[in-house]
Structures are given as structure tokens and as C-alpha cells.
């Protein structure tokens, strides 16, 4: 049963990523790889990383892909307004299985870690991803931070129009 | 494992995207995927191993990544503005004509 349900989450992660890759229009990329991020945190909740399972939708599928989005708004690189007749309910099915396969994904995964029988083969909440964060990766911490700091300043001003008034 | 298998066909999937694809904004989404490889294959590990130090790596490889998407996007809106196309080809500035 476990074989059969990752084989089933590993085909659904390599055909959105496929659709990634393949896709027509830059809007249909970019869902593509929000649905990516959401089936790799079904994944990592399988895999009882429940920290990293959460940080993976809040960062990567709630920020980053927004600034995708964002940016594809902007540019204006949506394309494909007028899908040819015969590809609309293809699209439609797809966005459904694509639902659907996130819910049954979520239950099967969360069903490993509620299950009061079984234990984790280790505990890897926030508590103990913290303490190794602040332990060990400390150094690693802080400059990551500096990093973003950095990152944030260099978009603002290669943003700008002019550098010069 | 199957789960390095898996993340060795997105990461292969991501480089193919990278190399192919001629627009700008698709080749930072191929670039996304495979960071994204290998923050599974970190996880994986982490519990192979019963290790959480896979997890803390793989937090900050996710802040690394939106890092560097953000300035990546930056860089993509000076060059739009630059040359009027996102396509990749249009950046051939140092390229050499033999």
C-alpha cells in the first residue's frame, strides 16, 4: 500500500514538473510548479519532516510563486487568453484530478503521522529543526540572513528606473 | 532509495527546462524545480538517517532559493525592460559571431 501511494505521489510530482517544463504560456507554468511545491510538501509530510513541509507552502509555494506571479502579471506574459476549443474540458479534468490529488495526497500523508499506534522514527517538529538551526547551522543561520538582507537590497535597486533623478 | 530516483527525475526534468526553454521567466522556474530536487533528496536522507540536521539544511536552501528568485526576477524585469522580449536569445551581447 505505502509502494503504491508514493508511486502515485512520485507520478503526479514528474507530470507537473513535466508541465512545468512544457507548458504553452508562462501562467500555466507557473501553477504548474505551485502544484510541484504542494505535492512536495505532501511528500515531506510523508517523510516526517512536518517543519519542512510547512516552511516549503509559507516560502516557496505563498511567496516566491506570488513574486512569479507577479512578475507575469507585470510583463504581461500570461499568453494563451483563447485556448483552442477542444483543450478547455482537458484543462478542466486536469485542474480536478490536480485537486483531487492534493486531498487524497494530504489525507494519506497526515494518516501516517496522526496514527496514534505508530510512532515517528524520529521527532523533527519545529523544536528540534530550531534547536539544530541555532546549534549547529548557526553560523549558516545568520549569514543566510544577511543573504536575504542583501538579496532584498539588490532587487529594490535593480528595480529602479534611474539611479540618477 | 526511490525517493533520489524521483528527485533525479525532477532534477533532470528542471535542467532539461533550463536548457530548452527560451524564455527568461520559465528558465528561473527550472532553475526553482531543481532546488527543489534537492531539498528532497536532503529530506529523504534526514530520515534515512534519523537526522534533523537534513531538515535545517534543507530550510536554508529554501531561503537561499527565494533569495535568489527574488533578485533573479530583478535581473529578468531590467532585461524585459532592456530588450523589449523575454526570450533568452535576445541577449547575445557577448556572444561570439564566427
Redesign the interface.
Known sequence: MENVTFAAQAGVLLLASLGVVVAKSCLRSALSLIFVQLQLAILYIGLDAPFVATMQVLVYAGAVMVLFVFVIMLLNMGGADRAPAGQVPLLKWAGAGAAISVMVGIASSARQLASPGTTPAFAAGVHEVGEALLGRFLFAFEATSLLLLTSVVGAIVLGLRKLTP | M??VA?AA??FA??A??AL??R?L??L???I??ML?AA??VF??Y??AY????G??????V??????????G??????A??HRET?SVDAHDALRDHV
Open positions: 526511490h525517493y524521483l527525475g525532477m526534468i528542471g532539461a527546462g530548452l526553454r524564455n521567466l520559465i528561473l522556474m527550472s526553482e524545480l527543489n531539498n528532497l529530506v529523504a534526514a530520515r534519523g537526522d534533523v540536521n531538515h535545517a539544511t534543507s530550510f536554508i529554501m531561503a537561499i532559493a527565494a533569495a535568489e528568485s527574488a533578485v526576477l530583478a535581473v529578468l524585469l531590467g524585459f525592460r523575454s
